[in-house]
């Protein structure tokens, strides 16, 4: 089911939706930052901090995965609190997208 | 004159002596940012956020319009700090362009979004940024990406206005000895 949409409109009771539910809570989901040749990497470090109010060097340090790796977990947690980073990143223009920690 | 850029103690920014040319191309950065409803631009500023298609179209429903409003947002705030700019654009001495620091955070952000859109439009990447001889090109995609280069500057010289500390008065330079004497009958 779309995280989106579970906010919105209420699912139809039954055993599988709860099965699900159950399932989607259990693993964490990763924020992930993308690398992009036209954005700075000041913005990038400065977004990082604004967003999750880490650090400088902290910040600086996953700016520089993302530009050296083209992508790097910037948070892991739980979904909604992910969705909400993932927008406010997108507010900043930053490439982020959010993907469930595997088993 | 060459054109200035000075950091102002509030944190503002202060662009002194710009030629027309250059206030031309701070002129179009509204427009710039109008062409974000482009499919490629859209793409790149309205991303789907995951690979979960029916997620992505929840995201593009409910998300998708608020980050549209606050791009539109960031346009409004320049494209009213740029009318000073548009008045004295052919003064003597250059235009004249000044950023209040309420206003800097939508001016680093509009900035970015700007520089994005020339380069979804333009298929700008990795190698085209690192690539000098563009400086000795001519034609629309070269002046594209001599002006993703400027727009960096630009932004890359606020952001770092912006990480600053606080501007502090130095008291240090006044003492007692200073304070006026009591005037005489």
Known sequence: MSPFASHAAAAEPGVIEEVETRTSLARPWNVIVHDDPITLMTYVTMTLQKVFGYSQDKAHGMMMDVHSKGRAIVWTGAREQAELYVFKLHSAQLSATLEQVED | ?185
């Open chain 2, 1 to 185: 004159m060459q054109p200035v850029v000075a950091p102002r103690p509030d944190g503002g920014i202060t662009m002194l002596f710009l030629p027309t040319d250059l206030s031309d191309l701070l002129l179009g950065l509204p427009a710039i940012l109008d062409s974000d409803d482009r499919p490629e631009v859209r793409s790149r500023l309205y991303p789907a956020p995951s690979d979960d298609e029916e997620a992505n179209a929840d995201w593009e429903r409910l998300m998708v319009p608020e980050l549209f409003a606050l791009i539109a947002s960031a346009r409004d705030v320049m494209a009213r700090d740029l009318e000073t700019l548009e008045l004295t654009r052919d003064h003597p001495v250059g235009g004249r362009l000044d950023i209040p620091p309420e206003h800097s955070s939508a001016w680093i952000s509009g900035l970015n979004a700007a520089r994005l859109v020339l380069g979804a439009i333009h298929g700008i990447d990795a190698d085209d940024m690192a690539d000098d001889a563009v400086f000795l090109e001519d034609g629309e995609r070269a002046r594209a990406i001599v002006l993703v280069h400027l727009l960096g500057e630009l932004q890359g010289v606020m952001i770092e206005v912006a990480s600053r500390p606080p501007y502090e008065i130095d008291d240090t330079r006044y003492d007692a000895d200073d304070t006026p004497d009591e005037p005489t009958e």
